[in-house]
C-alpha cells in the first residue's frame, strides 16, 4: 500500500501545523476570534467561561500552567480582569506574555471605546468600569477590529502563517458583513426601543443595533441592587412604559422578576458571551441568539 506512508505524511503536516502557536485568552468571545483567525494553526483556549461574570473569575491554579506554555495571551483590557489576570500573568512565568511582551494583546486598545472617562479617573467606590465601558466585543465593528488586530498578532508571531491568516480574517470580514446586513433588517423594527439591563454590559451592541439603554437594576456597575434603587427603576419603567429588562446569565434574577411582576416589563436572559448557553459556540452565533431573543420578545 502507498497510500498509508502517504496520509501518515499528511496527517503528520497536519498535525504540526496545528501546534504553531498556543493562545489563551481571558474570555470565550476572545477564543471565538482567535479562532475564526487562526484556524487550525493555533490552539486557543480561553479562562473564563461564557456563562461566568467575567469581573470575577476564580483564579484557579490550573491556568497558570496553561498561561506558561502560551505564546499569545488575548484580553479584554480596560481592567475588566483586573481583580484576577494580573496576578496569574505574573505567576505564569512566562516571559512571553507579560505586560508589553510581544504576546501580551490587550485588545481594548484597537477599539472603539464607549463610556471614558473626561477628567481624572477616580475609581468611585464598587465601579468596575473606570477606564471606559469593557464590554464593547458586542458591536461586530469591535469584533471585526479586534480580529484584525489578532491577523497581526498571529502574523508576527508565526509569520510562515502569515498569509493563512490573511485569508481567513478576509473570509470573517466578508461573513460578518454578511451578518450585520442580516442583523441589521432583524433589529430595525426594535430601533429606538428603551430597555433596563441588570448590568451596564451593553452600550455597544446598543449604539450599534439602535436600542436605547435607559436604566440599570445595579446602582452602579460591580454594586448588587438596593432596596431604593430598586423602587427609582420601578417607577422609570413605569413612567417610560419600558417592556424590556435585559439580565445576563450569572446574576440572581429575584430582582429583576419582582420588578418585572409589579411593571408588566419582561425579562430576557441575554447572553454578553459566547459560551453563556452550549449552542452558543461562535462569534455570530452569538449575536444571532441575542438578536432572536429580541425580535421575538418584540413580537409577543
Ligand atoms: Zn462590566
Redesign the pocket.
Known sequence: MILAPLLAAVLYTSQAAAQNVTVMTSTEDLAALVREVGGSRVRVESIARGYQDP?FVEAKPSFLLKLAKADLLVLVGLQ?EVGWLPPLITQSRNSKIQVGAPGYLDASTVVQILEKPTGPVTRAMGD??PLGN??YWLDPQNGRRIAQAIQQKLSQLDPPGAAAYARQYQDFDRRLADAEKRWDAEMAPLKGAEVVTY???WPSFAERFGLQVVGYVEPK?GIPPTPSHTLAVIQQIRQDNIKLILVEPYFDEKTPQAIARQTGAKVLVMLPSVGGEPEVKDYFQLFDYNIRLLKTALQQ
Do not use: D, Y
Open positions: 469581573h475588566l468596575v468600569h469593557p464590554h448590568h451596564n454590559s456597575p
